[in-house]
């Protein structure tokens, strides 16, 4: 066997044991918190995402968007380390399809269709909809302030921790907040 060989079969095998060993999805529970490799896990239910929050004291993060907003380089932030050990550590996350009128949710005890929904409360596409632990509004980030967030994955941490903490309770400013935790 020549030199050439052996370096591609090593290589091939290291590849496959490191595969083994530290990436492959039957290992994921081995894995630390803090590891990149974790991901959101993103309800498709309003109503179970609205229960979940309540039943575990979380606040809920609910994205609105459509098909042309799941393209990679709009969920730039929702990928970055930071932000996903935030999101499954601390979120319940919903991600709802505004482009599926027929899909019916229930808020404040009334059933309406999902574009009643986002009219109630004023969204576009795409559109974030921040949710204390007791299903309530805290913040809505529409279509304009969102796309600068995809650029700024701190300033989505920021927001996360601020109402994850209740900040916005204890009146302190966003920006107050924002040099405190920098």
């Given at each position: 066997m020549n030199?050439?060989?052996?370096?591609?079969?090593?290589?091939?095998?290291?590849?496959?044991?490191?595969?083994?060993?530290?990436l492959h999805p039957a290992r994921a529970e081995e894995r630390s918190e803090k590891s990149p490799y974790i991901e959101v896990t993103w309800l498709e239910d309003f109503d179970e995402g609205l229960?979940?929050?309540r039943d575990q004291d979380k606040p809920v993060l609910v994205d609105?968007?459509?098909?042309?907003?799941?393209?990679p380089e709009y969920q730039v932030a929702f990928t970055s380390p930071p932000i996903v050990e935030r999101l499954v550590?601390?979120?319940?996350?919903?991600?709802?399809?505004?482009?599926?009128?027929?899909?019916?949710?229930?808020?404040?005890?009334?059933?309406m269709k999902l574009y009643e929904?986002?009219?109630?409360?004023?969204?576009?596409?795409?559109?974030?909809?921040?949710?204390?632990?007791?299903s309530e509004p805290v913040q809505i980030i529409s279509?304009?302030?969102?796309?600068e967030f995809y650029k700024d994955k701190e300033f989505l941490g920021f927001i996360l921790d601020y109402i994850r903490d209740e900040a916005y309770m204890k009146d302190i400013a966003f920006k107050e907040f924002q040099s405190m935790n920098e």
């Open positions: 030199k050439k060989t052996l370096f591609t079969v090593v290589i091939v095998c290291v590849c496959a044991v490191v595969y083994g060993f530290c229960k979940t929050g609105f968007t459509s098909e042309q907003m799941l393209k550590r601390d979120w319940i996350c919903v991600r709802l399809n505004s482009d599926d009128f027929k899909k019916k949710v229930y808020y404040n005890d009334k059933e929904l986002k009219r109630y409360f004023r969204l576009g596409t795409p559109a974030l909809l921040f949710l204390d632990k007791d279509a304009q302030k969102l796309f």
